[in-house]
């Protein structure tokens, strides 16, 4: 059974998958969280009174599954109950916590996201799992046509990396992956877009999530000090993000999120053309 296309899993079904895993745990209510177009995700309330998330997953050209599951095992090993690496379904506990929200943006949050993003970065992947790069250049009629000034900055800024010092990169370091359980206590997870990328890449990613300008997100030195490479990666991850946009179904969630976006890019652009000529092209 196709149980990431099933609109809703009863708690009889949901109960069911977790008999045929070997997993003793009796699901009492279960409350669906998002059906993604990669993931369906259930929060399961069990009968001792535990929590626990069950991910539904479904396949993708543009999805690691491999690099996922191994980053999650180095990461959260004892958070897992059942992990299939080969479909990304898994059973793990529910992290505790809420989601980041904009207002939370400040040099102590900052401190603790990059903790984070260390520890993933400082990870040795083995031979046997496969890493990819980005795909940064989709052939976009609409793009090309509408964005040729921002799509010259944009190539010429990915130009400008140097691959060899790339990392493993969370690709999808945004609000809605990240739990936060009390003011140091971070929760990662969903590394299913994983690749090797630049090092400011995710960092530069939850600026774009959390819709911050310039001057908020100046108010952190370690950004002070190297404004220009953070002002280029945001822009980048929009124009990336648009890009995107136009690999999955046109619904209209989609066609929203394009349309914020493009204006966002719009100020991010700016924002690179403000840069002096050589730290612009460098």
Avoid at 104 to 128: G, H, M, R
Avoid at 226 to 245: M, R
């Amino acid at each position: 059974m196709n149980w990431f296309k099933i609109k809703v899993m009863t708690t009889l079904q949901i109960n069911q998958w977790l008999k045929a895993k070997n997993i003793k745990v009796n699901a009492i209510k279960i409350k669906k969280i998002n059906n993604s177009f990669t993931n369906a995700v259930y929060k399961i309330t069990a009968d001792d009174g535990q929590i626990y998330k069950l991910r539904i997953a479904s396949e993708s050209p543009y999805i690691n599954r491999t690099l996922e599951y191994y980053i999650e095992m180095q990461l959260n090993k004892e958070a897992f109950l059942y992990y299939d690496q080969k479909s990304g379904n898994y059973f793990r506990h529910w992290y505790p916590g809420k989601h980041l929200k904009k207002w939370n943006w400040n040099q102590k949050t900052f401190d603790c996201l990059q903790n984070e993003i260390n520890k993933y970065q400082a990870l040795e992947v083995p031979q046997s799992v496969k890493t990819l790069y980005p795909r940064y250049i989709d052939d976009v009629h609409e793009i090309k046509e509408t964005l040729a000034p921002e799509l010259k900055c944009y190539k010429d800024i990915i130009k400008s990396f140097d691959s060899k010092k790339f990392v493993i990169s969370h690709n999808d370091f945004s609000a809605q992956n990240i739990v936060v359980e009390d003011s140091i206590t971070f929760h990662v997870y969903d590394f299913e877009w994983s690749t090797l990328n630049h090092k400011l890449w995710d960092m530069g990613n939850m600026i774009k999530d959390l819709n911050l300008s310039v001057e908020q997100i100046c108010k952190i030195s370690q950004i002070q000090a190297n404004l220009s490479e953070y002002v280029k990666i945001v822009f980048v991850v929009h124009f990336y993000t648009i890009f995107w946009t136009y690999r999955v179904e046109p619904t209209k969630e989609v066609l929203k999120y394009r349309k914020h976006i493009l204006k966002r890019l719009n100020y991010w652009y700016h924002q690179v053309k403000l840069l002096k000529p050589k730290e612009a092209k460098s």
